[in-house]
């Protein structure tokens, strides 16, 4: 496959996959209230070819990733729609940490030149 057909290839698959649906689900209907699941969508990829490290005629590759993160959802009422985040709870440590960490170490770096 050249260059040119794997490049094709890629944004053919990525047209494909480019669909709302990607980022807002399906609606459903729960007790009055219509749901709809949002997420973030985010791709990635690359490709390459060049000649062989012998010499010998050429090589290619490529790759792609995609990512899904739900963020939330929509509801939606006869009165009102809002936006309900869905809470990380893991993340909201993990930068519970990290504050934790630099306030301690900007405390003992004050310290040390007090001295």
Avoid: H, N, W
Avoid at 41 to 65: D, I, K, L, N, T
Avoid at 81 to 97: C, E, H, N, Q, S
């Amino acid at each position: 496959m050249s260059e040119q057909e794997l490049v094709a290839s890629i944004a053919d698959r990525l047209k494909a996959s480019g669909d709302v649906k990607v980022v807002f689900g399906e609606p459903q209907v729960i007790e009055g209230k219509t749901i709809v699941p949002v997420a973030s969508v985010a791709y990635a990829f690359g490709g390459g070819s060049g000649p062989s490290p012998q010499g010998q005629g050429e090589g290619g590759g490529g790759g792609g990733a995609l990512r899904v993160k739900p963020l939330g959802v929509l509801e939606i009422t006869a009165g009102q729609t809002r936006f309900v985040p869905i809470v990380d709870a893991t993340r909201l440590a993990m930068m519970g940490i990290m504050a934790s960490v630099c306030i301690v170490f900007m405390l003992t770096r004050a310290l040390r030149k007090r001295r």
